[in-house]
């Protein structure tokens, strides 16, 4: 079973969810971090790392004697990633996506490709659980090739949880991509509704099955409850608004650990979304 | 004179930065604002903007085979870095639209198609005026979005004789957030006690100095763990950042959200709004300007 975390709005609790989810499963979990702009489940989980992997996008290198100043390469490029002068032939790194297209229009093989390290995924375990985590190198400014790295670690045998980004854009589209089901962690306040709206709105163009859990129980509004109730969308759990839960959580302690009842409240959870799928 | 710009970022999604902005908003009046979250964005929702002006984006394009065309060779799946292409068919959520499939292919079957992935706003609230805008679900957020919305603020703060932008930002470090640092004269990174608050609150920052932008720091829910926050003035004062206020721990702050009032407004005597007060006072003071 393949089951992301995710929300429109960030810090509404997404890894906290991801996090005790996966500390109260009973078969085997992988645990995947896809906020690779700002990764968290290590600093909660804390593995012991057993593998440090480069990720690397491949980016064109002119040969300036072979080129003929053309400039179909320029021409071609989707993402003004090349810019072709009379004499000289600029590659700006930062905005090649590395799709290969100038190397193959040009006519005078002037093209070559080199790796441009973009960032790095890291895998470990903690007390059983894997734990595979992307890491953009900053300054850096797609996270989809570390995103997508991360991603090849996925491991069918056992219960998948992908901790995706904040947001509703290519990162999370790309992280919650072949989930089975998708877990939206909402606040009921006016910025959690907006935010969870525009969410649903992309799970639905990607037909996963999703439910809600809302987070933060017992401040804002009734928003999230109503919007729920009229789409038809089943709220999953609900977790209070406790100052011991924010207050383990800023300690880095995952609450299913010292909250008594926890754990069997995420395992019956597991169930409920079985059923769904 | 050219308008002075900060951004309001964070890195950590959720540390209060669009509660920041709209207060530090309310406080000055004459300025323009931005919401560069052009994602998930809720900044209208605190300052409740009128659209005078609304503009179409066309962002990526996406590759389409046509299959009366399609001869199922197979290049154009054996040439996509991006896996995009299954079964003669290509799957627009992998597809960048880089264009190669379409130039490779031998059939002329595949073409680039241009949509709108998005809209630019103007808008007018009782601040002043106010640039946002709203990609489709699903789009890639390149920054070139966010730097229209910039652009449109820039011109409107130069036209109207307006000292100040104050740009909401974006969580992360990617392309959206960079879009929104590039050229400013501060920027103002809210955190939280936490450890992942402190972890992004550090990447927040290398990204900051990496664009050689001065850099503030604001930690809002500082009581919830007064060690940790003790630990962020610490690495603070180390690296020679100063941090300019502390805001508290209060639920007030998510009643003014259900109000869809900036705090300042809802609950000018409240702890809260005297920190961001004291915030304002100090980032325009950085900034050289009035009060």
């Known amino acids: 079973m393949i089951l992301s975390v995710a929300s429109g709005k960030g810090g509404t609790g997404k890894t906290t969810v991801a996090v005790n989810l996966a500390l109260s499963m009973e078969r085997k979990v992988q645990i995947l971090d896809c906020d690779v702009e700002e990764p968290n489940v290590h600093v909660l989980l804390k593995p012991k790392v057993t593998e440090r992997k480069p990720v690397y996008i491949r980016i064109p290198k002119v040969n300036e004697n072979l080129c003929s100043h053309c400039g179909e390469c320029a021409k071609f490029c989707q993402f003004n990633a090349i810019l072709a002068l009379p004499t000289e032939v600029i590659v700006f790194p930062e905005l090649c996506h590395g799709c290969g297209g100038c190397k193959v229009v040009c006519p005078s093989n002037a093209i070559t490709e080199e790796d441009k390290e973009v960032g790095e995924v890291v895998r470990g375990f903690s007390d059983g659980i894997e734990v595979v985590y992307g890491i953009l190198k900053i300054g850096e400014p797609m996270p989809v090739p570390v995103i997508r790295e991360v991603k090849r670690y996925l491991d069918k045998e056992k219960d998948v949880i992908i901790d995706a980004p904040p947001g509703t854009s290519c990162p999370l589209v790309h992280s919650v991509y072949g989930s089975d089901f998708v877990i939206l962690v909402a606040e009921s306040t006016p910025f959690g509704l907006h935010d969870l709206r525009i969410t649903v709105d992309v799970l639905r163009q990607m037909k996963i099955p999703f439910g809600v859990v809302v987070n933060f129980k017992g401040v804002g509004d009734e928003g999230v409850y109503e919007y729920c109730k009229r789409e038809d969308i089943p709220i999953i759990l609900e977790i209070p608004f406790s100052r011991e839960i924010a207050e383990l959580y800023s300690r880095g302690i995952p609450f299913v650990e010292t909250l008594e009842g926890w754990k069997a409240r995420f395992r019956e959870l597991t169930k409920r979304i079985e059923e769904y799928i | ?291």
């Open chain 2, 1 to 291: 004179m050219k308008a002075k710009q900060v951004t309001i970022l964070s890195g950590k999604g959720g540390a209060g930065k669009t509660t920041l902005t709209a207060s530090l908003v309310s406080l000055t009046r004459s300025c323009v604002v931005t919401d560069c979250d052009v994602d998930a964005s809720n900044l209208h929702l605190l300052l409740k903007p009128e659209v005078i002006d609304k503009k179409e984006f066309y962002g990526q394009k996406k590759a389409k085979i046509e299959a009366s065309k399609c001869i199922e060779c197979g290049l154009c799946r054996e040439a996509c870095r991006f896996d995009a292409i299954r079964n003669f068919e290509v799957d627009p959520i992998l597809c960048e639209g880089c264009g190669v499939c379409a130039y490779i292919c031998p059939a002329e079957a595949i073409n680039l198609e241009e949509e709108v992935s998005g809209y630019l706003y103007t808008s007018r609230t009782k601040y002043g005026f106010m640039c946002h805008a709203q990609l489709k679900p699903g789009e890639e957020n390149s920054g070139k979005l966010v730097n229209l919305v910039r652009k449109n603020a820039e011109t409107l703060a130069e036209k109207n004789g307006l000292n100040l932008i104050i740009n909401d930002g974006p969580p992360g470090i990617g392309c959206p957030v960079i879009a929104s640092v590039t050229g400013v004269d501060l920027g103002v990174v809210v955190t939280e006690p936490t450890l992942s608050g402190i972890h992004d609150l550090k990447r927040a920052l290398t990204l900051l100095n990496h664009f050689g932008i001065k850099p503030l720091v604001c930690i809002n829910k500082y009581d919830l763990n007064l060690k940790n926050t003790e630990r962020i003035c610490t690495f603070c004062k180390a690296n020679g950042i100063e941090v300019i206020g502390k805001i508290k721990f209060d639920p007030i702050i998510t009643q003014s959200m259900v109000a869809g009032k900036p705090i300042v407004e809802y609950s000018p005597d409240s702890p809260v709004s005297k920190s961001i007060a004291e915030i304002w006072r100090r980032i325009m003071k950085e900034l050289d300007l009035d009060v």
